[in-house]
């Protein structure tokens, strides 16, 4: 008789660059393969972390890097950011991101941000790379950005997805995959539960955004901080939340982050076919 293979993962969105945790990049690592975790998908935020980004992707081949910036650090900005992150781009197996639109400060530069991000969107076009999308309260504004555009011509994600049910189909129109995070698997994430169930099975992505929201389980790490190794964790919860049996939804997301993804994952990364 022989046993059940091991589910097999990919984490689509973390910052593995994190000063709170690169220290403990190899126990890390090591700790996500032995939950099954086979590629972290790892996103710089501003031009200062895009060379910590790419060590880390060529040091272990789990990890697969995406160079953009975040809608929180425009501030940081050189004037040839564009330059810099399409030449890097270019010349790595890599996606965007994270980029994208947060309005959740009143006094953002909404315009800014809409030009930054049009711009991730445009690279992401020109040389076909997948993208790793962030959206808070900002949704009118990025369904208006994504009609102007068309639909991605390589897939892309929309990262620890806090829209809204109605959202969903649109967006999927647009060539996303939405991914949730340990968002979902809080006790009041009716809002969150809500649109996961109205996600196609083949749109489903699953991420921990490690280090930050660390995922609703019992007996939490007590120093607080997620890791890609928790990802299992969250996909148990999104599976009862979503009323399908966990391997379904785990092989599920595991292709999907494959057809996001697939191109620029190493070959002994990606898993096996579930």
């Not at 999308?133 to 009118?140: G, M, P, S």
């Not at 007590?222 to 148990?236: C, F, S, T, V, Y």
Request: aromatic share 6%; glycine share 6%.
């Amino acid at each position: 008789m022989t046993s059940e293979p091991m589910l097999q993962y990919v984490d689509v969105h973390c910052h593995l660059h994190d000063p709170r945790i690169i220290e403990d990049i190899p126990g890390i690592v090591q700790r996500a393969e032995a939950a099954g975790v086979t590629c972290m998908v790892t996103c710089a935020t501003m031009e200062e972390n895009f060379e910590a980004t790419a060590v880390l992707a060529r040091q272990y081949p789990a990890i697969v890097p995406c160079y953009g910036i975040h809608p929180w650090f425009l501030d940081s900005l050189s004037p040839d950011w564009q330059q810099t992150l399409g030449d890097r781009v270019a010349a790595e197996a890599c996606g965007i991101g994270e980029t994208g639109l947060d309005f959740m400060d009143k006094n953002a530069d909404r315009d800014r941000q809409m030009e930054v991000f049009a711009g991730h969107l445009a690279l992401a076009r020109e040389l076909e790379r997948p993208i790793n999308i962030h959206v808070r309260k900002a949704w009118d504004s990025f369904v208006q950005i994504l009609k102007k555009t068309g639909p991605l011509k390589t897939p892309g994600l929309v990262h620890s997805f806090s829209g809204s049910a109605e959202l969903v189909k649109v967006l999927e129109r647009y060539h996303l995959y939405l991914s949730f995070s340990g968002s979902v698997t809080r006790p009041g994430a009716k809002k969150v539960v809500k649109a996961l169930n109205a996600v196609s099975m083949d749109r489903i992505l699953l991420e921990t955004d490690s280090p930050d929201i660390y995922p609703s389980v019992p007996d939490p790490d007590p120093h607080g901080l997620n890791e890609p190794r928790n990802l299992p964790a969250i996909a148990r919860i999104a599976a009862a939340r979503a009323g399908v049996p966990v391997p379904a939804l785990v092989r599920s997301a595991h292709a999907n982050a494959l057809a996001v993804f697939g191109p620029i994952i190493p070959a002994d990364a990606a898993g096996q076919k579930q």
